[in-house]
């Protein structure tokens, strides 16, 4: 059952904007042409093209128009949106069309009818109508589809999908803190945690080509990426202890791909085994510490705070890192099978020395902490 013109005008329709004139004139049209639109919320991100001036000049009393001062991305456009949503429903809307707000009926539909509290729109099940665009973007979005879900226990076949709708009693939950794409694993990872009842539901997909505007690129694939595992691993109060753990061995067999191909090549152009390793080491510990400060240092003083715990705890796996594989490939490395193996074991070792140094000394988590 699809809302008819009788279905009370009960959602609040948030549009986060950045440079999208050309299409927003027919965007605010059609959103505002669903019967079960109460409120629309544009929030223009500091647009250089005019869209401002487009999205003021609509004239609607169900129309609220906000615009930063600054640029901060769709992230910091949907939470200054949500902010101000009152209606009983919140649903997110790109700017650029490519979904199409004619799906509203079908996406609020088991909100209404008492089912879910959160419903997601999935451009992969059903028979709606779809571009045919990029395969790497797909095989990109299931990719992190695949490890939001196994982060969060859910079975989403489209996580990355626009269209997320809330109860806006489920939307005072939470706080959006990612300020670009990585909003839409962020918001999947606290969604999940509330134990709310969550959907599905097929919606049609009009993709754009870059020629045409898209703006999204790999460095929000890396974002996205992170987010997974700041709000889905580190952030999450029901990860287990052994949950975590197997993924610091996860980041420790991924550090072995990364350090066995450099090692191997410098080592091939005539540098010495110690100094090649030493090399090799400093560049994942340095990948990986970036990637830690952003799992976990999320405020200056945090850092602070934890700063010479976390020095300490880098150092001493470094050296026992680089000390017993040194040793490993000194007294058996003759080939590169037991080379690589050596990697593997004592880099997934370390790991779980690393993974008892964090989580008990560099940020031990105690009640009420906001990692915990």
Known sequence: MVPSDST?????????LYNEAATLPRVIKTVLAQPCVAQVVIVDDCSTDGSHAVALAASDPRLLV????QNAGKGAAVR?????ATADI????????EYDPADYGRLIQPILDNHADVVFGSRFIGSEAHRVLYFWHSLGNSLLTLLSNMVTNLNLTDMECCYKVFRRDVVTKFQIEENRF??????TAKVARLGVRIYEVAVSYYGR???????????????????????????????????RLFWFVVGGVLS????????????????????????????????????????????????RDCLPRYLGALALCWLVSYLLTLSGIREFGT?????????FFVQSGVSVIKFSLYHFWVYPRHAGDEHA
Request: with cysteine; aromatic share 12%.
């Open 182 to 187: 990585g909003l839409e694993p962020e918001i």
């Open 335 to 343: 080939t590169r099978l037991v080379r690589f193996l050596i990697f």
């Open 66 to 69: 906000l615009r930063h001062e």
């Open 209 to 243: 080509t870059y020629a045409e505007g898209k703006k999204i690129g790999w460095k929000d694939g890396v974002r996205a990426l992170v987010a997974i595992g700041k709000y889905g691993i580190w952030q999450s109060k029901s990860q287990s202890l052994a949950s």
């Open 90 to 97: 919140v649903l997110i809307q790109d700017a650029d069309l």
């Open 256 to 303: 072995v791909c990364l350090n066995f191909g450099p090692f191997e090549w410098m080592t091939h152009a005539g540098l010495p085994n110690w100094a090649a390793l030493a090399i090799s080491l400093t560049f994942v510990t340095t990948l990986f510490s970036i990637w830690n400060y952003q799992l976990n240092f999320r405020t200056s003083r945090r850092f």
């Open 80 to 84: 200054t949106g949500m902010a101000r």
């Open 8 to 16: 009370p005008r009960c959602v609040c329709v948030i549009i986060p």
